[in-house]
């Protein structure tokens, strides 16, 4: 079946280090892939997506690539912010057998230090 | 945006609960996903014009219901202390791989 594996975390990083989360991916199909964001005591929000190989995805300065040789979506940021302190969840919907579920990783938790 | 009601549940094992939800005006598709603590979502099922159209991987005392009106509910039967979890409604525009899936803030459901 399908399936998402992503960095462990807990991650910390001061204020303006560079970021990577990484994912890789298993699927029976062709998947569309993306990362969600789970702010503190708020819902998952789409923060990026990718729906072909090569694509990518990117939104408030995060970005990550729709690599299909080596089946992985990596999150990355040039430079964080405090605000960033989240779980960031890589998932992939996959319509191989008619339902356009998706399918999540465990979660990296976030933290940004000043 | 899509709300979920009640935010927090306290049941005892062998009860059955409802969990509603309210999708965001106009959207067709419903789908239901179990957060079990420091796990990713689990998919439940997916509702599209109040017909299930998908099943994750749950027994059949899951079940659901979509309503013409933009809500919907998840009901669990003979609770048990696995199904001690934050249960999550996402509603969609439209059918489709890519489309973007909104969340509720979920239920936090605790079974003794």
């Known amino acids: 079946g399908d399936s998402v594996t992503q960095m462990e975390g807990p991650v910390t990083l001061s204020e303006e280090a560079f970021l990577t989360i990484n994912c890789t991916y298993t699927?029976?199909?062709?998947?569309?892939l993306f990362w969600y964001v789970q702010y503190p005591g708020e819902g998952l929000q789409l923060l990026l997506k990718?729906?072909?190989?090569?694509d990518k995805g990117s939104n408030k300065g995060f970005e990550a690539t729709y690599r299909k040789e080596t089946t992985s979506f990596h999150l990355e940021k040039g430079s964080v912010q405090v605000s960033d302190s989240a779980v960031y969840f890589c998932?992939?919907?996959?319509?191989?057998?008619?339902?356009?579920?998706?399918?999540f990783g465990t979660g990296t938790r976030l933290t940004i230090i000043p | 945006g899509v709300t979920q009601s009640p935010t927090h549940l306290i049941k005892t094992r062998g009860q059955q609960v409802t969990l509603r939800c309210s999708s965001q005006?106009?959207?067709?598709?419903v789908s239901w996903y179990q957060q079990a603590l420091g796990q990713g979502p689990q998919f439940i099922f997916q509702?599209?014009?109040?017909?299930?159209?998908g099943r994750g991987n749950f027994p059949p005392r899951f079940s659901g219901l979509q309503f013409p009106n933009d809500s919907s509910e998840l009901n669990v039967n003979a609770l048990e202390l696995d199904d001690s979890a934050l249960y999550l409604c996402?509603?969609?525009?439209?059918?489709?791989?890519?489309?973007?899936?909104?969340f509720g803030q979920g239920t936090r459901l605790t079974v003794v």
């Open positions: 996402a509603s969609s525009p439209q059918r489709g791989r890519d489309t973007e899936a909104f």
């Open positions: 699927a029976t199909g062709y998947p569309s």
């Open positions: 990718a729906t072909k190989a090569d």
């Open positions: 998932a992939l919907s996959d319509d191989g057998f008619g339902n356009e579920k998706l399918t």
């Open positions: 005006s106009g959207h067709n598709t």
């Open positions: 509702y599209y014009r109040e017909e299930e159209n």
